[in-house]
């Protein structure tokens, strides 16, 4: 009987599903015009493999640029983002030159091909905006006062 327990228990817990990583985020859907680029001289600036963030580019990578509209709606460095017609999830560690608006650029690494091939298109994206924390809550509710004296308390600890 004791053993019967104790394997009910372990296939309780072990059955218990890992928590995705997309069920950390709100998703938030819009449409946007999609090009894509690579890291060429031609098509970047003078470091062609670092990101206006400082991040570096290498082929493979599923990053993306954003126009500063975008940035400022809530696509900050390292947001994730789902772009119709791909499988990956792809994280923004770029932005655009301030002329665009709603636009994204889609990293190719040097697949000068493949961003010809893909041109540029209408697409939806979402893009995940953090979930707010417990801790976030808590602190949301307290008065200035109290937000003062719980970091004065944790900046002595």
């Not at 950390?24 to 670092?50: E, F, L, M, P």
């Not at 990053?63 to 923004?92: C, H, M, Q, W």
Request: positive net charge.
């Amino acid at each position: 009987m004791r053993s019967l327990f104790i394997i009910c228990v372990l296939l309780f817990y072990g059955c218990k599903k890992e928590p995705r990583f997309e069920d950390d985020y709100d998703w938030h859907t819009i449409k946007v015009t999609a090009s894509a680029y690579n890291s060429t001289k031609a098509q970047t600036d003078s470091n062609q493999h670092i990101t206006a963030f400082g991040d570096s580019l290498k082929p493979g990578l599923k990053y993306i640029a954003v126009s500063n509209d975008l940035f400022r709606k809530g696509l900050k460095r390292d947001t994730p983002v789902k772009i119709e017609g791909f499988d990956s999830l792809y994280f923004v560690k770029d932005r655009m030159h301030s002329r665009w608006r709603n636009k994204i650029d889609i990293y190719m690494g040097l697949d000068i091909k493949a961003a010809r091939k893909w041109g540029r298109k209408k697409v939806s994206i979402s893009y995940g905006v953090p979930k707010p924390t417990e801790i976030d809550t808590i602190s949301k509710s307290l008065t200035p006062r109290e937000r003062r004296y719980q970091n004065k308390v944790s900046d002595n600890n």
